[in-house]
C-alpha cells in the first residue's frame, strides 16, 4: 500500500511539471584522507542554474556547501567544512552537479543530503557517509515519509537478523 502512495505521489509531481531530487544512494563510501563525491541530479532533467542548491550534514541549516544566485557561498558553510568543499557545476544546466568533499576524517561520517530551491518547489535527497574502518554512530537509520515536497528524518530502531527482533541499542547498526 505504501508503495502505490508512492508511486502515486510521483506520478502526480512529475504530472504538475515538479521534479525529483536523486541522490548518490543509500551511502557513499570513502576512506579518511581521501576525498568523497555526492552527486546529485533532478528527473526531470530541469535546469539548476537559477535555484539554491544546498548540501547539509544532518539538518537543513548544517551547510557543508551552498550555491545560490549563481555564486558559492563559502561563508554560510560550517567551519569544518570550509577549504574542504568544491561543487561541480558542468551539467547544471541539466540539472546535475557534484560535491566533492576533500580529505574525509573520521568526523565526517553520518547522514548527508543535498536540497534543490527554486522560486515555487523544493526537493531534497538524503544518504549516509561511511567511512573505511570506522562505525555509524549510534546506530541511527533514516524513515522516508511520503509528503509533498519533503523528506522527514526520524530516529528508527534497527531489525537484528533473522529473528525479527528489534535492537534500538547505540551498538545496532541499520543498514
Not at 504530472?15 to 546529485?40: H, I, L, N, R, Y
Amino acid at each position: 500500500m505504501a508503495f502505490m502512495l508512492i508511486l502515486v505521489l510521483s506520478f502526480y509531481k512529475l504530472a504538475s511539471g515538479q521534479w525529483q531530487v536523486t541522490g548518490p544512494g543509500k551511502f557513499v563510501q570513502a576512506s579518511v584522507g581521501e576525498d568523497a563525491v555526492f552527486s546529485c541530479s533532478l528527473f526531470p532533467e530541469t535546469s539548476a542554474e537559477a535555484m539554491e542548491v544546498r548540501f547539509f550534514r544532518n539538518q537543513l541549516h548544517a551547510v557543508v556547501h551552498l550555491y545560490r544566485d549563481g555564486e558559492d557561498w563559502e561563508s554560510k558553510q560550517m567551519p569544518q567544512y570550509r577549504g574542504r568543499t568544491e561543487l561541480v557545476k558542468d551539467s547544471i544546466a541539466g540539472g546535475h552537479v557534484s560535491l566533492r568533499l576533500k580529505n574525509i576524517t573520521p568526523s565526517d561520517i553520518g547522514l548527508y543530503g543535498c536540497w534543490f530551491s527554486s522560486q515555487i518547489y523544493d526537493e531534497e535527497a538524503t544518504w549516509e557517509l561511511r567511512v573505511a574502518g570506522q562505525e555509524n554512530p549510534g546506530g541511527i537509520g533514516l524513515e522516508k515519509k511520503a509528503r509533498p515536497g519533503r523528506i522527514e528524518r526520524r530516529p528508527e530502531t534497527c531489525s537484528g537478523g533473522d529473528s525479527g527482533s528489534r535492537d534500538s541499542s547505540p551498538a545496532a547498526l541499520c543498514f
